[in-house]
Every structure is written in structure tokens, then in C-alpha cells.
């Protein structure tokens, strides 16, 4: 598997599983408060690691200096629900950072994608697609029906960390 290029990660049956996990822990998406306009989807959060060390493997065989994943996020996207143009980099004083992100697509719908800045993934069920957290990318609204993704952040330690004592 190769950065930008997508690729079968789940099978239809995960999916599903995964769909049905988040159904009932859906909260409002909006992640830098009640005046960010820029999200306004909905998405669960995936606490269980019964896969995590399948995965922290998969990115391993990319890049050796993966050593954990972030809590992987659902998103659902009904029309009218997106989330702008965006990066997922933190700020450098931590002692992790991202290091790629990977969106599968759990269900498609019409419209709905995925877009870099460069490219748009129109993901079929299972694919998905990994990036660097540096890359400005974006959800966009499903024209009817509800895209549902799933994203992890395959995490590295920090070798440029700024000291904030």
C-alpha cells in the first residue's frame, strides 16, 4: 500500500460492525467549539482496541516510527453536513504527533468525498486512504443519503518537540 493510492482495509462485514458500534454514541462533531462553522457532522469515537495492534502493525510496515494509533473517529455526514478545509497536525510541543492519516469509507453515498487539495476519493465501502495530517483535506456533503467514515491517526513520537516551560 502506498501513500494517496486507495486500497481494500475492511471487509463488508467490519464495516457494518463498525457502523453499528457508533450508531448509539453519535455527538456533535464540532471539535474547536460552538462557534466553528467549518463541521457540522456527527461522529462516535472507536475505544475498541481489538483491532489497534493489527493496525499500529500496518502502519509500522510504512514507516518503523509509528508506536501507537490516536482513538480512531466514525463520522457520519447526512446532506447539508461537512467539515471544511482542514489539517490534522497538533501543535509541536507533544510529546506524539500524527504521522498519517487513514479514512476508509464505511458507507457511501452520493457526493459524499473525500478531497485533497489535489485529489478527490470517492471511496467504495472498505477502501480507503492514507495521507499525510499535514495535507489540507476535506469532507464534503453527500447529495442524499449518509456517508459514514472511519479515521486513524497513526501516531510517532515527536523528534522536533518545542519545549513550552
Given at each position: 500500500?502506498?501513500?494517496?493510492?486507495?486500497?481494500?482495509?475492511?471487509?463488508?462485514k467490519?464495516c457494518?460492525?463498525?457502523?453499528?458500534?457508533?450508531?448509539d454514541?453519535?455527538v456533535?462533531?464540532t471539535?474547536?467549539?460552538?462557534?466553528?462553522s467549518?463541521?457540522?457532522?456527527?461522529v462516535?469515537?472507536?475505544?475498541?482496541?481489538?483491532y489497534?495492534?493489527?493496525?499500529?502493525?500496518m502502519?509500522?510496515?510504512?514507516?518503523?516510527?509509528?508506536?501507537?494509533?490516536?482513538?480512531?473517529?466514525?463520522?457520519?455526514?447526512?446532506?447539508?453536513?461537512?467539515?471544511?478545509?482542514?489539517?490534522?497536525?497538533?501543535?509541536?510541543?507533544?510529546?506524539?504527533?500524527r504521522h498519517?492519516?487513514?479514512?476508509?469509507?464505511l458507507?457511501?453515498?452520493?457526493?459524499?468525498?473525500?478531497?485533497?487539495?489535489?485529489?478527490?476519493?470517492?471511496?467504495?465501502?472498505?477502501?480507503a486512504?492514507?495521507?499525510?495530517?499535514?495535507?489540507?483535506?476535506?469532507?464534503?456533503?453527500?447529495?442524499?443519503g449518509?456517508?459514514?467514515?472511519?479515521?486513524?491517526?497513526?501516531m510517532?513520537?515527536?523528534?522536533?518537540k518545542?519545549?513550552?516551560?
Amino acid at each position: 500500500m502506498k501513500l494517496y493510492e486507495p486500497f481494500q482495509f475492511l471487509p463488508a462485514k467490519e464495516c457494518d460492525e463498525l457502523i453499528s458500534y457508533a450508531k448509539d454514541k453519535l455527538v456533535d462533531g464540532t471539535t474547536l467549539g460552538k462557534n466553528y462553522s467549518g463541521r457540522n457532522n456527527r461522529v462516535a469515537w472507536y475505544h475498541d482496541s481489538k483491532y489497534w495492534a493489527k493496525w499500529i502493525g500496518m502502519f509500522n510496515s510504512i514507516d518503523p516510527v509509528i508506536d501507537w494509533i490516536q482513538t480512531p473517529q466514525i463520522a457520519f455526514y447526512q446532506p447539508g453536513e461537512h467539515y471544511d478545509w482542514h489539517v490534522d497536525t497538533w501543535p509541536n510541543f507533544r510529546t506524539h504527533i500524527r504521522h498519517f492519516t487513514l479514512t476508509c469509507e464505511l458507507q457511501s453515498a452520493p457526493g459524499g468525498k473525500l478531497v485533497l487539495e489535489n485529489k478527490n476519493f470517492m471511496l467504495r465501502q472498505g477502501q480507503a486512504i492514507i495521507f499525510k495530517p499535514s495535507d489540507r483535506h476535506k469532507a464534503v456533503s453527500p447529495t442524499s443519503g449518509e456517508r459514514i467514515s472511519f479515521t486513524i491517526w497513526a501516531m510517532a513520537k515527536n523528534t522536533n518537540k518545542v519545549d513550552r516551560s
